[in-house]
């Protein structure tokens, strides 16, 4: 990749297309737990490089401000969240959800400006966990709840994690299937006793010990899917060990599941250098409570991670206190949970990746089309064509799944876990 299709990918600020790509979707701006109290703290959020301030007033109605009072630009994250509204400690304006003024302290009773003056408010729904920002031009397009929200029983824990690097390489690394046979292999290690992946209180066993997979990837109107092939303990003449992970246009990913939950990330860019990172663990029926899930990962809240940043205690500023006695002891990377594991490989590549020094093998194929892809969706917006994952036909997100578990030899992996209505959309994409 030359320098300018590096920034192309990664840049999402200001104009750029990327960003502009991203507008065109509903953003995550935080989880619904951080803004839950009604006249609670209001929440400052970046999010494409733009600040913004969640809150949730009196009636429990979200609210999504631009963060700078239209005043003199005060931050309202300072604000009094009180009588539904959101009060400028400056002086003392106060705002509703909508951004209509409600009150003006420091101007006379009656005062035209009160009329002619709104704070920039952004539409705002909740789902799956998540509060919903739309950021981009116009009218917001249709709100579709996530593929981890079919119904309002679903169990849903959530793992949040600042990481200083661009959204683009974080992105990589969650649909790269090869780099979970090494980086991983403490935590995901080989079992021949268990036929799929299995959860445990500490680790996901796995039935193959197969470190370099055969990769395949098949273009979808989403975006793709891709399979990692890998030669099982058991039987290894009679089936594969199939991973299936799909990518959802701008930075979702739906990564192999476990016998106890679904699995699904969103790499959400907070400006060019830095991204927030969430990890989704979900199931209709089964799953993990939230507290176990953010220990499993070593992100708990006030332990792991800082409250409202997020920003990690293990970092690359300690070397993310990597334990060397511990790898002596077998331990393979000593660095603690998954998630670290992945960002000390991210952030150590720098704020934005030198594309164009890699080497990529056989089984970088996912990256290639994600950059593939990603590039040429980007420079359609900047053209003035529509977001990627926004044109019909269009495969409903509950629809979407990944998969993993054992395939007789000679099945076709597109076969599995895939809708009636993603086949539809993808052969229509394919004949189109």
């Known amino acids: ?31 619904a737990e951080e803004v839950a109290e009604r006249d609670g703290a209001p929440l400052k959020v970046r999010l494409f490089g733009e600040n913004i301030v969640v809150f949730r007033d009196t009636k429990g109605r979200l609210g999504a401000l631009k ?12 604000g009094r969240n009180e009588a539904c509204g959101l009060r400028c400690l400056y002086h003392g304006w106060k705002f509703d959800v909508d951004g209509a003024v409600m009150e003006m302290a420091s101007e006379p009773e009656g005062a035209t400006l009160k009329g002619r003056i709104k704070a ?3 539409p705002v729904r909740e789902a799956g966990g998540f509060v919903w920002v739309w ?3 116009g009218a917001p397009a249709r709100f579709e ?37 090494s980086l991983h292999s403490t935590n995901m290690p080989t079992a021949s006793d268990v036929s799929g992946s299995t959860a445990t209180d500490a680790a996901w066993l796995r039935p193959s010990a197969d470190k370099s997979p055969k990769l395949e990837v098949q273009k979808t109107p989403f975006g793709f899917r891709y399979a990692a092939i890998r030669k099982p303990i058991v039987d290894p003449d009679k089936q594969d060990y199939v991973r299936i992970t799909l990518f959802v246009a701008p930075y979702t990913v739906h990564i192999p599941p476990n016998d106890q939950y679904k699995l699904s990330q969103m790499l959400v860019p907070i400006d060019d250098v830095n991204t927030m990172f969430y990890w989704i663990a979900w199931h209709p029926t089964k799953g993990i409570e939230q507290d176990e899930w953010r220990r499993f990962c070593a992100a708990e809240v006030g332990k792991d991670v800082e409250p409202i940043t997020y920003k990690k205690l293990r970092n690359l500023e300690n070397h993310f206190l990597q334990d060397r006695e511990a790898m002596k002891r077998g331990d393979f990377t000593g660095i603690i949970g998954i998630p670290s594991q992945d960002m000390a490989m991210w952030e150590s590549m720098g704020p934005i990746a030198d594309r164009s020094e890699d080497k990529l093998g056989s089984s970088d194929k996912a990256i290639f089309q994600f950059r593939t892809q990603m590039l040429r969706a980007a420079q359609a917006v900047a053209e003035g064509a529509p977001a990627i994952g926004t044109e019909e036909p269009r495969v409903p997100y509950v629809e979407l799944a990944s998969f993993e578990g054992m395939a007789a030899k000679g099945t076709d992996w597109r076969t599995l876990a895939v809708s009636e209505a993603e086949l539809r959309a993808t052969r229509a994409t394919v004949n189109a």
């Not at 963060?67 to 300072?78: I, K």
């Not at 793992?159 to 979970?180: P, R």
């Open 67 to 78: 963060e700078a009072c239209p005043h003199r630009g005060a931050s309202l994250s300072f």
């Open 135 to 137: 950021l981009g031009e």
């Open 1 to 31: 990749m030359t320098p300018e299709q590096n920034d192309l990918l990664c840049r999402v600020e200001g104009n750029a297309p990327m960003g502009l790509l991203m507008r065109q979707h509903w953003a995550p701006a935080c989880m």
């Open 120 to 122: 920039k408010a952004y």
């Open 145 to 181: 709840a996530p593929t981890w929200a079919p119904s309002e029983t679903t169990k849903i824990a959530i793992v949040k994690m600042h990481v200083a690097c661009n959204w683009a390489q974080v992105l990589e690394g969650s649909i790269d299937s090869a780099h979970s046979s």
